[in-house]
């Protein structure tokens, strides 16, 4: 079974940073694509990060410059370093599989940003 385990929100000032955590078990992790997703109150899930098998990365344009994901296969951990926050990051935060199939949303972690 895929478990998903995010951490290392908080409440944090604007101009900031957090670094989240993903642990993950249930699949052979070294050959799935990750993401990270965020939900903010009111609006829509949305990716904002993700990394290939390979290292390979994509931001949203909200993100980009600002955020890093990385992994680590051999503690099947996916990171998201978040730099320089806004207000706007506020949003509960997800990790996931990117294939369809293998995709299971756990409790996600709160990150709130003060102005």
């Known amino acids: 079974q895929v478990q998903l385990v995010e951490s290392g929100g908080g409440l944090v000032q604007a101009g900031g940073s957090l670094r989240l955590s993903c642990a993950a078990s249930?699949?052979?992790?070294?050959?799935?694509?990750m993401g990270w997703y965020r939900q903010a109150p009111g609006k829509q899930r949305e990716l904002v990060a993700s990394?290939?098998?390979?290292?390979?990365?994509n931001y949203a344009d909200s993100v980009k410059g600002r955020f890093t994901i990385s992994r680590d296969n051999a503690k099947n951990t996916v990171y998201l370093q978040m730099n320089s926050l806004k207000p706007d990051d506020t949003a509960v935060y997800y990790c996931?599989?990117?294939?369809?199939?293998?995709?299971?949303w756990g409790q996600g972690t709160q990150v709130t940003v003060s102005s």
């Open positions: 996931n599989v990117m294939h369809p199939a293998f995709q299971s």
């Open positions: 249930g699949i052979i992790f070294s050959i799935h694509a």
């Open positions: 990394i290939s098998n390979g290292g390979g990365t």
